[in-house]
């Protein structure tokens, strides 16, 4: 079946270090990929989504490349912030029920 | 703005009690889901719903039950309640199309005493 594997965290950074977040997937079809992010005390929200290989999704300093020759959807950011700090979830669509990542906690340092 | 509205954020009950976890979207999304969210854990789907009086079992059904009467609300119950059900419950909507994102809701913390 489909499954989502994510690296564990915490990942501790100081403030405007460069962040990946793996993330590997297994899938039949051609599913979507998406990234959400949960603030603390929030629910989780669309951070990015790619729809078809090779594509970028990319939103507020965030980018992930949609590789299917190494089934990854790896999370880059070039200088994270201490807001930046919360839980980022690697998720594939494609199916009625989505596969989540168990989710990774970042936490920023200023 | 669209929403996913959870009717409590913070909810404390006793043991043995019926509880009922409500989310309502404003979207006309066919699918509707409830997860709960553990430490350690992240999240699995206690039910789905594709659809008005539609439901599916997730992972984790044991000792929950859902109601899908009207399209917008999806309702959770716990027709016991028990301490291992203490947990963050996360009620998510979505159009029909399975390549579409989740809509979440914030939240609620429920504690069974």
């Known amino acids: 079946g489909d499954s989502v594997t994510q690296m564990e965290g915490p990942v501790t950074l100081s403030e405007e270090a460069f962040l990946t977040i793996n993330c590997t997937y297994t899938?039949?079809?051609?599913?979507?990929l998406f990234w959400y992010v949960q603030y603390p005390g929030e629910g989780l929200q669309l951070l990015l989504k790619?729809?078809?290989?090779?594509d970028k999704g990319s939103n507020k300093g965030f980018e992930a490349t949609y590789r299917k020759e190494t089934t990854s959807f790896h999370l880059e950011k070039g200088s994270v912030q201490v807001s930046d700090s919360a839980v980022y979830f690697c998720?594939?669509?494609?199916?009625?029920?989505?596969?989540f990542g168990r989710g990774t906690s970042l936490i920023v340092h200023p | 703005d669209v929403k996913v509205t959870q009717s409590s954020r913070y909810l404390v009950k006793r043991t043995g009690e019926k509880v009922f976890l409500e989310c309502v979207q404003d979207?006309?999304?066919?699918?509707m889901f409830w997860y709960r969210q553990d430490p350690g854990l992240g999240l699995r789907l206690i039910y789905f719903?594709?659809?008005?009086?539609?439901?599916e079992k997730g992972d984790i059904p044991e000792g929950y039950s859902v109601s899908r009467e009207k399209k917008e609300r999806f309702s959770l119950i716990l027709e016991s309640a028990s301490t291992n059900q203490t947990s963050m419950y996360l009620c998510?909507?979505?159009?029909?199309?399975?390549?579409?994102?989740?809509?979440f809701g914030s939240g609620t913390q429920l504690s069974v005493l």
């Open positions: 899938a039949t079809g051609y599913p979507s």
């Open positions: 998510a909507s979505r159009s029909g199309q399975t390549n579409e994102k989740l809509f």
């Open positions: 790619a729809t078809k290989a090779d």
């Open positions: 719903s594709y659809d008005v009086k539609m439901k």
């Open positions: 998720a594939l669509g494609g199916s009625y029920i989505p596969t």
């Open positions: 979207m006309d999304h066919e699918n």
